[in-house]
Each structure stands twice: as C-alpha cells, then as structure tokens.
C-alpha cells in the first residue's frame, strides 16, 4: 500500500497538467505567420522532409520563407527540398566544438530574413492550421521571450510506444507539469520546434551559445531563462505532429540512448531527484506486484487500474497512446531503465556514441564534440 501511494503521490505531483497549443485561432492574426522564417536542419532525410514541406504547402497562410539546411546529405534531401520550392542552405564544414545540428540552426538563422525565427525538425509536419495555432500561441505571451514546442507524437507501430517512459520524463523536465508549476518558471524546453523573435535570438546569442549541446534547444531555452527572456514550453497537440524513429526498435533505442543521460546533466537537481524517486517508486511497484497480487488481488487491480488510467489521462496530451498501452506501462518502465542505463554508460564511460553517421565524443568536464 505505501509503495502504491508513494506512487500516486509523485505521479500526481510530477504531472498535474500538459499545457498545449492555443486551440482556437483568429485570421486577423494571419500576419504573424507571414514573418516567420521556418528553417529545418536536415541530415538525410529523403524519407521526412517531403510531408513536412507539404504540411506547410497546405497551410492557409504561407510563412514568409521557408529554409532547408542540407547539412551534408548524402541522399535526395536537397532536391526534395528544391522541389517543394524552399531555399536550401548548404552548410560549410563542421567546426571543432560544434553540435552538427546547432551548426545547421546557426546557418539557417543567419539565411533568414523574417521577424520570427520557428526551427523545426524534419520529421515533424503541421496539422490544419498549425502554424498559425503556434503564432497565436507565442502572441499569447506577448511575442516575448522564446515558445518551445513538443510536437505531438503519432505512432503507427506498437514498438513505437516505448516512447512513453522518455516522453513524461522530457515533460517533467522543464517544469511545466508539476503541481506548483504556476508558481515556477519552465527551466528548459522540447528539441523539436522552438520560436523566438530574431531580437531574442540575437540576445541570449543564439545557437551559437549552447553550440557544443546535444540536447540544443533544451539548452537554448535555458539559456534565454539565464538571460532574463521569458520561456514558455507545451505540448503540440492539434498544431505540430512527429512520427520518431520509425526505422525500428533499434532506432528508437539509439535514439534515446544518445542524449538522454547528457540532457539529465542539465535538468534541474529538484526535478531530476523527484524524477528519479518517481522511476523508482514505480520500478518498485512494478517489482512488489506479485506479492501484492498474491495477498490481495482486488486492491491490487484497482491500484494498478488507476495508475494507468491516470498516466493515460496525461499521455493523451502528448501523443495517440492507447489505455491498451498504458495498462502496459510495468514493460515500458523496464525498457526504459533499460535504455537509461545504456546512455549514462556511453555517456560517462566508453565517452562516445554514433548518430546519423557521426561520432559524438564526450570530455570530462566539457560539452560534447560532433565530427
């Protein structure tokens, strides 16, 4: 019973709400869209790039431009890109002590002619007037400070729901879920869509501030809370969709692995010990459960009921995951400790790992270096 109650408790406290794009939008609003330059690091993705280029296409009101950086693709990236009729930035060579895709953000931004600066990844795409949800939504801080943006996550197979553990561990990151989060300022924000004015951008020094960062726009939102500018995080649903490592198990188990362990070394200490007792609460729960099932089955089951209906409740904020899916969240805490471990190996051992066919090595004491 206490370990089941340590778990709801945390649970609870840790995810009391998911903020999310403006749902109403106003046409009168149309000319934030028209100064928004869209630019997307792209490294290979023939196979993502097409349907978020379209999802712009259908946009009833078209940005001001729209940028690709080709950052040294080897495939049909660029003449997709060119198809659909956007710039394309080719980047130069990746200097000592830059992450690949800051480097990309850097060179689109300074390509960029528009008021607003909106950095997606490719393998995002806008739902029906998604963009304009998205202005209306930093408008709705007054245009101030910087609009981090986890887009939705659609999952088309079953293995891809082994997201869900990483996803509330992002979420409760940058302290917008939690119970007292309206008393507290976000401390970080979401890698896959972030916007700011370019005056902001040029303030907190842009993505060349944080150019070493794996986890860029996590570190780029805390670098404009340092500088003073006001942060803001949400979830994307009905405005910006992604499908992630739809490659396999594999890729998402590298995905993951990659930066997860570097972006807990930037989480906030409060928020990083209260996730981490929350993992180990359910870890234990998960552990106990057959000596719980064997001394008393029905408490058990309402207890394990509520505590997927609940994580259901919050998760449906954030990506099309099913009651099925949650009632199966013993599995997904185990992958996820799973991977976890991988990455704080990778991360603090062997000081290396490989993504998209680059090299990331890991110093003491420093950011990591991509080559």
Known sequence: MYIWLGSVILTVFLF???????????????????????IIPARNEEQTIGNLLSSIQKQFIQPFEVIVVNDGSKDRTKAIAEEFGATVVDTPPLPNGWNGKSWACWNGAEASKGEFLLFVDSDTWFEQAGLLRICETYQRQQC???????????MNSGYETLSMMFHLIVF?????????????????????????????????????????????????????????????????????????????????????????????????IILLVLSSLW??????FVIHSPVMVWTDPYIYLIQYLFLSVYLYFILSRIGNFTIFETLLFPGHILFFVMTFSHSVFTTFFTK????????????????EKMK
């Not at 009391?16 to 869209?33: A, C, M, Q, Y």
């Not at 101030?144 to 659609?154: D, E, N």
Request: proline share 2%; net charge positive.
């Open 352 to 367: 290396d790992t490989k993504w998209k066919d680059r090299y990331v090595y890991i110093e003491r004491g420093k950011d």
């Open 16 to 38: 009391t709400r998911i903020p999310t794009v403006k749902k109403s939008i106003h046409v009168r609003n149309s000319f934030l869209v028209k100064k928004c330059s869209i």
């Open 144 to 154: 101030q400070g910087v609009l981090s943006i986890h887009p939705y996550h659609k």
């Open 172 to 268: 409760a990151a940058t302290s917008v879920t939690h119970l007292l989060s309206g008393l507290v300022k976000p401390s970080g924000g979401f890698g896959q869509c972030f916007l700011c004015s370019r005056d902001v951008y040029r303030r907190i020094g842009g993505h060349e501030a944080i150019k070493g960062n794996m986890v860029e726009h996590f570190a780029l939102s805390q670098r404009a809370k340092k500088c003073g500018e006001l942060v803001e995080a949400v979830s994307g649903s009905n405005a910006i969709s992604m499908r992630m490592y739809g490659n396999g198990l594999s890729g998402l188990f590298h995905g993951w692995s990659k930066s997860f362990a570097s972006g807990a070394k930037s989480t906030n």
């Open 279 to 284: 993992i180990t609460s359910l870890t234990s």
